[in-house]
């Protein structure tokens, strides 16, 4: 499932799914991806206080986390339980497909 995510991505390097605990679960790395596993361990704070800040403002359950730096992009989807998924792309990479991919995925997963 995850080497498909960052096949479809335009500039994919990697995609993870994770626990929240920042342990990866299942990777697939492009070349020149980055370490996923130091991904999923650094971004699973985060990732835990969205879904804080999103309860704290009655903002219902949240869907996505993204990140957009100068050379990459990271975008996250949360999934039900402690899982997200996550797709990494470099500058060319377009959020709203990311978002997408990590969407299906979620949904694929779901129906598991």
Do not use: H, K, W
Not at 25 to 32: I, K
Not at 65 to 83: C, E, I, K, Q, T
Not at 84 to 102: N, S, T
């Amino acid at each position: 499932m995850v080497t498909d995510m960052v096949e479809a991505v335009r500039d994919g390097l990697g995609a993870v799914l994770m626990a929240l605990d920042g342990v990866a679960v299942e990777r697939a790395e492009a070349a020149g991806g980055t370490d996923l596993d130091a991904i999923a361990g650094e971004y699973a704070d985060l990732l835990r206080q969205a879904q804080a800040l999103s309860a704290e403002l009655d903002c219902g359950e949240p869907l996505r986390f993204s990140v957009r730096g100068a050379n990459r992009r990271v975008v996250f989807a949360f999934m039900p339980g402690d899982l997200a998924v996550g797709v990494e792309a470099g500058p060319a990479g377009l959020r709203g497909q990311m978002g997408y991919i990590a969407a299906q995925a979620m949904q694929q997963l779901g129906e598991l």
